[in-house]
């Protein structure tokens, strides 16, 4: 595999499921993000985290929870969604946080759809 | 605060017309401007980027130029193709401890031959 890699890519889950995403980058990147893609709305960042730590958290609501386990794997904890949290969500990762600009590099998303 | 303003889609356009997407910014502080292009079932690329005022990005024919006086990050390519059909997103980052990037809400492109 190379690049960024999302599994599963397509998800249908009911409100009372309990469900995860994971995101693989094998770029050797130390910053890893979740953007969350709904239909006429711009992407919107949800979480950052750089070498495992979360330095951004955008207000998201507490029923998605972001891990880290490692620099090369991030995961979204899904419990109790609301239909409008149907959406694509990507992932992406960059070399770091550092000053100056780094490529992020995205996944293929996850389309989540909540019944 | 800042923000990325794109032109509306749907866009539909003939093979080798030539091609137009506008991009208006608001940003304190000094921002780099990217296109990036989602093709239909992938995640976003990289296009092209522009990192001070007066700066042209260019990649696969597509070409920008970061127009500071007008805040303005336009898009333009010269003769489209049907593989140019995709959603492209305009973005800023600006550095504040940490980068940032902040996306317009696209505009879908639909080439036909």
């Known amino acids: 595999e190379t690049g960024v890699t999302q599994t599963p890519r397509h998800l249908v889950m009911g409100m009372t499921n309990k469900k995860s995403l994971k995101c693989e980058q094998h770029?050797?990147?130390?910053?890893m993000y979740w953007y969350k893609q709904s239909a006429k709305k711009p992407l919107e960042l949800m979480f950052v985290?750089?070498?495992?730590?979360?330095?951004e958290n955008n207000s998201v609501p507490s029923r998605f929870s972001p891990e880290c386990p490692n620099s090369s794997h991030l995961f979204l904890h899904l419990h109790t969604l609301q239909p409008e949290d149907s959406a694509l969500y990507l992932c992406?990762?960059?070399?770091?946080?550092?000053?100056?600009?780094?490529?992020?590099?995205f996944g293929p998303g996850t389309r989540l759809t909540v019944l | 605060g800042n923000s990325v303003t794109q032109m509306e889609g749907p866009v539909t356009l003939s093979e080798e017309a030539f091609l137009t997407i506008n991009c208006t910014y608001t940003?304190?502080?000094?921002?780099?401007l990217f296109w990036y292009v989602q093709y239909p079932g992938e995640g976003l690329q990289l296009l092209l980027k522009?990192?001070?005022?007066?700066d042209k990005g260019s990649n696969k024919g597509f070409e920008a130029t970061y127009r500071k006086e007008t805040t303005s990050f336009h898009l333009e390519k010269g003769s489209v193709q049907v593989s140019d059909s995709a959603v492209y997103f305009c973005?800023?980052?600006?550095?504040?401890?940490?980068?940032?990037?902040?996306f317009g809400q696209g505009t879908r492109l639909t080439i036909n031959p």
């Open positions: 992406a990762s960059s070399q770091d946080l550092a000053s100056g600009f780094y490529e992020q590099f």
């Open positions: 522009a990192t001070k005022a007066d």
């Open positions: 973005a800023l980052t600006v550095f504040q401890g940490a980068q940032k990037l902040v």
């Open positions: 770029l050797g990147h130390n910053a």
């Open positions: 985290y750089n070498f495992k730590e979360q330095t």
């Open positions: 940003a304190t502080g000094y921002p780099s």
